[in-house]
Each structure stands twice: as C-alpha cells, then as structure tokens.
C-alpha cells in the first residue's frame, strides 16, 4: 500500500522540511516520492512561498481604518488573513484565520483590498502566490499597515502575542494513510493545517485550513497528532507556538 507524502512547514522564519522517507515501494499506483526543493502548485494552480517562488510585494500599502467607538481596551489586538495574490497582483480569496472581531476583520480585509501589489515569480514568471497577511492594531489608536509573509503562522491571541527565538522543530514524524474511498476516487493534493505546539513539544488544536475531503483531512489530522516536537523558544525558556503543517497525498 502506498503511502502519503508529507511535508512540514513551519510558518514562521523557517525552512520547510520533510519527513523521512521509507525505500519507494513499487505498487499499481508508482513509487512513492517527494522533492520540497520542487515548486509544486495546489489543485487550483497556486503557490506557496519556498525555493523557486518568490513572495508577492506590497508596492502600495493603505492603512486600516480603526472602526468607529471601539474602546481602548477592545482595540489592541491582530486580525491574520489568509489570501492569494494573483498574477497579476490582485488580492483574491481573503479568509480570516485569526479574528480580532468582525469590525476589525473587516477593516484588516479592506486594507489588504485598497493595497497594491507586485505578483510573486517562479522563475522569473508572475504566478498566483498564497500569502498572509497581518495587521496590528494598537490601543493608543497609531496608524496601522498589513504586514504580508508566506512564513506565518497564525494563532489564539495568547500565541500570536508571543515572539519567539527559536521555532518549534519536529523529533517524532508520522506519515499520513490513504483512505479507500480517496484512493478508488484518485483524489490527490495537499490538506494545510494549523496547529500549536505546546511548551511540552505536544500538538495542540489541530485545525483543517485548506480540506481535501473523502477521509484525507481526517487523515492529515490524525498524523499532526502523532507529531512530537522540540518547542520554540523565547529567551532560552519553551513556549507554545503556532504552526501550519501541509500534509501532500499523492499516488504514484
């Protein structure tokens, strides 16, 4: 039987790794491979950051429109985004994947929409690029910009607070199964997850950001929850951290 291959990445300021590998097996449905240094596009032909893409830029940022009566204590705060900056540099596909409260999602969504961009590249081509975006709103009610990176991790406001020196490093990978009606069905892709890693090292709040269906994002779960992890680290003390893992089924 074959198996899936998965690929971790860590959203923020690290590298993308992969799990270990078993020998290809030969089966009706190819050997088994992954390449992360390989650019490879989702089932609707879009990026991810990595070696041979290149981020989108903001070449024109606007700024967040503080909502109208908030009061200080309700105003400090970051709302992420999820979204895909086109070819042609236009933000598509906006989703909240850390919420500060609707009236601030909205004016986060409204800044990365009045912003402009310059497309990502894989080699030297503009293609559409998955990107997040964060903004930061402040108590004492400064000026605000979207920050964009396609290493980010979003996370509950008591992770998202917390910095980090050091991110959370894997010690233990699992691989993620078929399922039968995925497998009869040739569904292949990727399911992208959230998840924290706690200061134990432990996964924690395993989410489904990007679904595939037929038993694949239950799949994808359960093998984040085998995951074991060296924590991030702030000051040379563990604390938790938010990741994204992307968990790639493939059949050869």
Excluded: W
Aim: hydrophobic residues 40%.
């Amino acid at each position: 039987m074959s198996k899936s291959a998965l690929i971790l990445t860590l959203l923020a300021l690290s590298a993308p790794a992969v799990c270990p590998q078993e020998p290809p097996p030969s089966t009706a449905d190819g050997a088994q491979s992954a390449n992360p240094l390989v650019p490879r596009a989702d089932k609707d032909g879009v990026y991810f950051p990595g070696p041979g893409v290149v981020s989108p830029i903001v070449l024109e940022r606007a700024a967040a429109v503080y909502p109208a009566g908030a009061p200080g204590s309700a105003i400090d705060g970051s709302t992420v985004l999820r979204l895909v900056i086109g070819a042609d540099g236009v933000p598509a596909g906006v989703e909240v994947v850390f919420s500060h409260g609707e009236a601030f999602d909205r004016a986060a969504i409204d800044a990365v929409q009045q912003s402009k961009f310059e497309a990502g590249t894989l080699n030297g081509n503009p293609v559409p690029v998955h990107i997040f975006a964060r903004v930061r709103f402040y108590a004492d009610g400064r000026e605000t910009y979207l920050r964009i990176s396609g290493h980010y991790g979003p996370g509950p406001a008591a992770v998202a607070s917390r910095a980090y020196d050091t991110p959370p490093v894997a010690l233990h990978v699992a691989a993620a199964q078929y399922s039968q009606q995925a497998r009869k069905a040739k569904l292949q892709g990727e399911v992208l997850l959230s998840l924290t890693v706690t200061e134990e090292g432990m996964p924690a709040d395993v989410k489904v950001l990007r679904p595939l269906g037929m038993g694949l994002d239950e799949s994808a779960v359960q093998c984040a929850s085998e995951y074991r992890f060296r924590p991030a680290t702030k000051d040379g003390v563990p604390v938790a951290a938010h990741i994204t893992m992307e968990v790639s089924f493939r059949l050869y």
